[in-house]
C-alpha cells in the first residue's frame, strides 16, 4: 500500500532544505568547535606551552609523539619540554595516552596547524629537525638488530634535536613496532619537503624491521620510494643500494621478475664494492627460487669481488652463503674464520645458517647472521638530548647466533631440520658522523 504524499510535499524541496540544514549545522559546528579550542589555548600560561602546543599537534608527522620528538620539534632540551607538555594534558589540548607519549584529536591536528601556519615562520625548521630526530633514532635502534656489513654515513643532526637511544634488541624492535606509523609518515614527510636523502635513510631503517614483521608491502613501498628520491638526487651508489633493497623485498612477495630487474639496474649503476652486495642480494632471491645452481653462482662472484676488494668481512658472508646453498659445510666451513680483527675466531656456536625458503612464507623474525664486531651495544639508555638524565637499570645483553669458536671449524655440521627456516637478514650499518649537535 503506498501512502498518499502531502500536499506541497516535495521530495526535491526536502532535499534542498535538508541539505541547506546540513550545511548551516556544519558551520555552526565547526565555528563553536574552534571558539572552543581557542578558550583552552588562551588560557596557557606562556608562550613556550603555546608553541609546544603548534609544533607538537600541528607538525609531528603520524600519531603519538614522544617527549625526544617534541624536544626536536621545538628545538629544546628534554628538561625544558616537560613542563610545557604537562601544562598542555592539564588544558586538555594533549593527551598523555601512555607515559611519555602525547597524541589529540585530529580536529585539534587541524586547529594547532592553523595556528602554525600563521604564527611560526621557523616551522620547515621544525619539520627538519623532526625527521632528523627519526632518521637517526631509527638507526640507533637498526644498530641493536643485525650486523656491521654495509656502511651508510648520516649527516650531523641539527642543532636542537634530540635521539632516543636503547638498551637492546627487545627495547628497539618495540620502539620500531610502536613508531611504524610515525616513521612512514616521516618518510611521506620528507619527501613532500623534497628531503630526498631523509627518504632514502629512512627507507633503509625500516628494512629489516618491516622484513622481521612480515610487512611485506609496506617494505616494498618504501624501497621504492628510496629509489625514487635516489634518482632525484642523482646518486648512483644510493640508487643502486635502494634496488637491491627493493629487490628483496618484491622476493619476499614472490614478484622475482621484478626482483631481478632492479639487481640488474643496480648492477649498471654501482661501483664494484656495490656490486659485490648486489652479487650477494641475487644468490638470496636465487635462493628464494630454488635456483640453487644460479644462487652458488652469484655467492661466488659475490665473494671474488669482495676478495679482489680485500674486503674479509664481504668474503666471509659470501662464502657462508655459498655453504648453506650448497651444504658442503665440510668444504667451506672456514667463512666465519677468515677474517681478521673482531670476526677472527667468530664461527657458529650450534647450529649454521640454512638456507632461507621464500621470505613470504612466514614472518617468523629473523636469526642474525652476524654479529656486530666490538662490543655489544650498551646497556644503559641514555639519550643524547642535553638536559635529559634518563637511564634504565642495564640488562644481560641479548643472545646471538654466532659466538667465539671453541672447537675446529671442520667439525661443524649442519642442523637437524626444526621444520622452521630462518629468514635471511639483510644487513646495513651505519658510519655515525663525527659530532652530534646538542641543544645547550
Not at 631481478?260 to 632471491?285: C, I, K, M
Not at 638536559?387 to 641479548?398: E, L, Q
Request: net charge neutral; with cysteine.
Amino acid at each position: 500500500m503506498i501512502k498518499a504524499r502531502p500536499a506541497g510535499f516535495e521530495p526535491a524541496t526536502v532535499g534542498l532544505e535538508a541539505r541547506s540544514f546540513s550545511a548551516a549545522l556544519c558551520r555552526w559546528v565547526t565555528v563553536d568547535v574552534r571558539a572552543i579550542f581557542s578558550w583552552s589555548y588562551e588560557t596557557l600560561a606562556d608562550e613556550a606551552a603555546a608553541r609546544t602546543f603548534r609544533l607538537v599537534a600541528g607538525l609531528h608527522p603520524g600519531p603519538g609523539c614522544t617527549v625526544d620528538a617534541a624536544a626536536s620539534l621545538v628545538g629544546v632540551p628534554v628538561s625544558r619540554v616537560r613542563a610545557p607538555l604537562a601544562e598542555l594534558t592539564r588544558a586538555n589540548l594533549l593527551t598523555e595516552h601512555a607515559p611519555g607519549q602525547y597524541s589529540c584529536h585530529d580536529l585539534l591536528r587541524a586547529y594547532a596547524s592553523e595556528l602554525c601556519e600563521a604564527r611560526d615562520a621557523d616551522r620547515d625548521a621544525a619539520r627538519h629537525r623532526v625527521l632528523d630526530h627519526y632518521v637517526h633514532s631509527a638507526f640507533a635502534a637498526v644498530a641493536h638488530l643485525h650486523g656491521r656489513i654495509e656502511t651508510i654515513a648520516l649527516a650531523s643532526p641539527r642543532a636542537g634535536v634530540c635521539v632516543t637511544g636503547f638498551a637492546g634488541t627487545d627495547e628497539a624492535m618495540a620502539w620500531f613496532a610502536d613508531k611504524r606509523p610515525a616513521l612512514l609518515a616521516a618518510l611521506d614527510l620528507a619527501a613532500d619537503l623534497g628531503l630526498d636523502r631523509h627518504v632514502c635513510w629512512l627507507a633503509g631503517a625500516l628494512f629489516v624491521f618491516l622484513h622481521r614483521r612480515g610487512r611485506w608491502h609496506d617494505r616494498a613501498e618504501t624501497q621504492r620510494a628510496a629509489v625514487a628520491a635516489a634518482r632525484r638526487l642523482g646518486d648512483p651508489v644510493e640508487e643502486a643500494r635502494a634496488c637491491r633493497n627493493l629487490a628483496a623485498a618484491l622476493a619476499d612477495l614472490g614478484r622475482f621478475d621484478d626482483a631481478h630487474h632492479h639487481l640488474d639496474a643496480a648492477l649498471e649503476q654501482d661501483v664494484p664494492s656495490g656490486q659485490a652486495w648486489t652479487h650477494y642480494f641475487r644468490n638470496l632471491v636465487y635462493g628464494f627460487q630454488g635456483r640453487e645452481a644460479d644462487a652458488l653462482e652469484a655467492a661466488r662472484r659475490a665473494h671474488d669481488l669482495f676478495d679482489r676488494l680485500g674486503d674479509e668481512v664481504g668474503q666471509a658472508i659470501a662464502l657462508t652463503t655459498s655453504a648453506g646453498t650448497t651444504g658442503a659445510w665440510e668444504t667451506t666451513a672456514r667463512p666465519l674464520t677468515c677474517a681478521s680483527g673482531p670476526w677472527s675466531g667468530i664461527r657458529s656456536s650450534a647450529t649454521a645458517p640454512t638456507r632461507p625458503t621464500r621470505g613470504h612464507a612466514s614472518p617468523t623474525p629473523a636469526s642474525s647472521w652476524a654479529t656486530p664486531p666490538g662490543p655489544s651495544p650498551a646497556t644503559v639508555r641514555p639519550s643524547t638530548c642535553s638536559g635529559s638524565s634518563a637511564t634504565r637499570t642495564p640488562r644481560p645483553a641479548p643472545s646471538r647466533t654466532w659466538e667465539p669458536a671453541t672447537t675446529s671449524p671442520a667439525t661443524t655440521r649442519p642442523p637437524a631440520s626444526t621444520g622452521v627456516t630462518p629468514a635471511p637478514c639483510y644487513v646495513t650499518s651505519i658510519r655515525p658522523p663525527s659530532t652530534r649537535s646538542t641543544p645547550s
